[in-house]
């Protein structure tokens, strides 16, 4: 089994770890891939959008299986054009992946599918967009319709700051292409929690539910990030939760993506907020893992959990089960450069003891490995350090002393990852 996993973050190596472990005699490869998954398989130097040159490497590789990990590759259509050549893909087509590329899109099919959502309204013209806002009352979320690595979201207490906001999109090109179309949602208060579904876009079956952290600074304040951490399970979501999850949010809305001719296939990520009064409001949808979400989940999961991939991937899966259980707790702590998420510094030697431990695993994102074999930071989120434990405080306990003792100058991390389910078992 040849596999081609595309990206080159820190959830693409654990993608990569995953799947060496579940299938040890598969050949792995990696586009562009980073010095992490360099140890596990071979990397391609093709950049995640380069789509021609992806599909030839494919061919060229005579590979079997593509997971695509990344939101743009798949929004570019990448999964479209490797079907096209007959290939196994793990991946939603181009016009499904628009419940992620395009916010506008994603609110329409959660009306039609009449799944709980935020009052919203969309707009491509600023005055139309001024006079909603002067309408409604504070708090207002502004999002920029389109994909925008994490930065298309605002949260605007006042209503000067959401025409702030709706002006620096529409008017001042703040975030190019991507908000050229706004959506303006109200606030809506609760818990948020992940929840991730993989599917054929028949079955379904749930994967254990994370929380990540997108803020820069410990107790979530600071700039917002790609996301500085993640921790999985998450103890408030009782089954009957995932059973409502699936039955009110996943189900209706593989059923309206099919009836549209856009059937979803991959992992669905539905962005929760639990709403005090029980609702459960979907914000967001994920046509992907998250990063950092999967180097918390992905290494949790029981031996074998990536043959749902591949047999999803080659249109021959027959789950027995409608949740996968986690084996043990992850925490994973991101470690960022000095500057992230604005302008993160690079070339700073990494120091990574050999003596870590087997309840710890770390992943490469923004590194690079030079020819005399020191690793330097190359990005803004440098690894992702997951730690493991019977319980979330466990692991968290394994990640944080991880963290500590991985060294590089400017070396940028939240000891607090996890901290609402420490409060929550007491041990904050
Ligand atoms: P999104 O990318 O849509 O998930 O938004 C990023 C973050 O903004 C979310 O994780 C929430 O913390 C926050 N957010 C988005 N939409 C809302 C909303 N309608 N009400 C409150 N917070 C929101």
Not at 77 to 83: C, M, S, T, V
Not at 227 to 246: F, H, I
Request: glycine share 10%.
């Amino acid at each position: 089994m040849r596999i081609l996993v595309v990206g080159g973050g820190g959830r693409e190596h654990a993608l990569c770890w995953a799947l060496h472990r579940d299938t040890p005699e598969a050949t792995i490869f990696a586009a562009p891939g980073n010095p992490g998954t360099a140890a596990l398989g071979t990397n391609l130097p093709i950049a995640i959008t380069a789509v021609d040159d992806l599909v030839a490497a494919a061919t060229q590789h005579d590979i079997d299986v593509t997971i695509i990990g990344p939101e743009a590759p798949l929004a570019a259509g990448l999964a479209d054009r490797l079907r096209g050549e007959g290939r196994a893909v793990f991946g939603p087509s181009q016009a499904a992946a628009r419940l992620e590329s395009s916010k506008a899109y994603a609110k329409e099919v959660l009306r039609r599918a009449r799944v709980p959502t935020a009052a919203s309204a969309t707009f491509t013209e600023l005055l139309a967009a001024l006079d909603h806002i002067l309408a409604h009352t504070e708090p207002l979320v502004v999002k920029a319709s389109g994909l925008a690595a994490g930065k298309g979201v605002i949260v605007c207490v006042t209503r000067a700051e959401a025409a702030d906001a709706a002006r620096a999109m529409l008017a001042g090109n703040a975030l190019g292409d991507a908000g050229h179309e706004v959506v303006i949602e109200e606030f809506v208060q609760g818990e948020e929690l992940s929840v991730l579904a993989l599917t054929d876009g028949e079955r379904i079956v749930i994967l254990p539910p994370a929380q990540d952290h997108k803020r820069l600074g410990e107790g979530d304040t600071g700039p917002n990030t790609g996301g500085m951490g993640a921790y999985c399970p998450v103890t408030l979501t009782t089954p009957a939760l995932l059973a409502q999850v699936r039955r009110d949010v996943i189900e209706p809305v593989l059923r309206e993506m099919a009836a549209q001719g856009a059937p979803y296939e991959g992992v669905l990520y539905a962005g929760l907020m639990l709403a005090p009064d029980g609702t459960t409001y979907v914000l967001e949808f994920n046509c992907r893992f998250g990063d950092p979400e999967a180097q918390a989940i992905l290494p949790g999961l029981p031996k074998g959990a990536t043959k749902h991939l591949l047999d999803i991937a080659r249109r021959r899966w027959r789950p027995k089960r409608q949740v996968i259980a986690p084996t043990r707790a992850a925490v994973t702590t991101v470690l960022a450069a000095r500057g992230y998420p604005e302008k993160p510094e690079r070339g700073a030697a990494i120091h990574i003891p050999k003596d870590l431990g087997p309840d710890v695993l770390v992943f490469h994102a923004g590194t690079v490995r030079e020819a005399d074999g020191t690793l330097r930071t190359a990005g803004g989120r440098v690894l992702s350090v997951t730690g493991f434990g019977a319980d979330v405080p466990a692991a968290a306990r394994a990640s944080a002393a991880a963290s500590e003792r991985i060294a590089f100058d400017g070396k940028t991390w939240r000891r607090d990852i996890a901290w609402r389910e420490l409060q929550r078992a007491g041990a904050a």
